[in-house]
């Protein structure tokens, strides 16, 4: 079973534009990450928000997590062509991680 | 090693036989976890090994799947009876997390394409 949702599934964006995608779950959790897979096989780790926490900065990505709605979002500002690919939030609880669907971001020149 | 290493990339096998997918996490990464991941779809959790622990097996689809962790460190997926439904990419990472500390991050491999055919 997956924990999370995220939402768009799919998104096409021009550089230079920011791209939003959200991510819903279901249990408590310790905190929230959000990885980034190219070309369908390992995933590489962008930023953690801990379950105290409501913003963090990372660069161009920008992470909410609201615990009272069970929701977070990643924000890339400025993307580029090089930001296309799946982008997966993943809940922790108490070390056991969960992925949910991903949004496929295609960002064209 | 530098990284989670995973063997074989690729793997090609008849329907109805056995598949051994292995697993080689970070040194000193007590939690190493499986995930299967069909294309175009979002990583389905299949067991989680935390230190000494009894594994969390919750995330197995079927009693043809088997993991085993030998002496906190390399791990082995086993797949028994092979069917075509169990194409996928199967994914291992590794972290840092445990009871006492929490909040760290996964690293991955590159995952085993298994195709049955």
């Known amino acids: 079973s997956q924990q999370g949702e995220e939402d768009p599934q799919a998104l096409s964006i021009q550089e230079g534009e920011n791209a939003t995608m959200n991510c819903s779950y279901k249990?408590?959790?310790?905190?929230l990450q959000w990885y980034r897979q190219n070309s369908g096989r390992g995933l590489v780790h962008l930023i953690l928000i801990r379950s105290n926490e409501r913003e963090k900065h990372s660069g161009r990505l920008r992470v909410t997590l609201d615990t009272s709605k069970k929701s977070s979002s990643l924000l890339i500002t400025a993307s580029r062509a090089a930001d296309t690919a799946s982008y997966f939030c993943?809940?922790?609880?108490?070390?056991?991680?969960?992925f949910g669907a991903g949004t496929q971001v295609v960002v064209t020149p | 090693g530098a990284g989670v290493s995973q063997s074989p990339s690729n793997k090609v096998t008849e329907k109805g036989k056995d598949v051994e997918l292995r697993c080689d996490p970070i040194s000193g990464h007590t939690a190493l976890y499986w995930y299967r991941q069909s294309l175009g779809q979002g990583l389905e959790f299949l067991i989680y090994f935390q230190g000494n622990s009894a594994p969390d097996k919750s995330g197995l689809p079927s009693d043809r799947f088997s993991a085993e962790r030998t002496g906190g460190s390399v791990s082995t997926l086993t797949i028994q009876r092979t069917q075509q439904e169990d194409s996928a990419v199967y994914l291992c990472?590794?972290?840092?997390?445990?009871?006492?500390?929490?909040?760290?991050?996964?690293?991955f491999g590159q995952g085993t394409r298994l195709t049955v055919v």
């Open positions: 990472a590794s972290s840092l997390s445990r009871p006492e500390k929490l909040n760290t991050e996964a690293f």
């Open positions: 249990t408590s959790i310790n905190n």
């Open positions: 993943a809940t922790d609880s108490w070390g056991k991680l969960q």
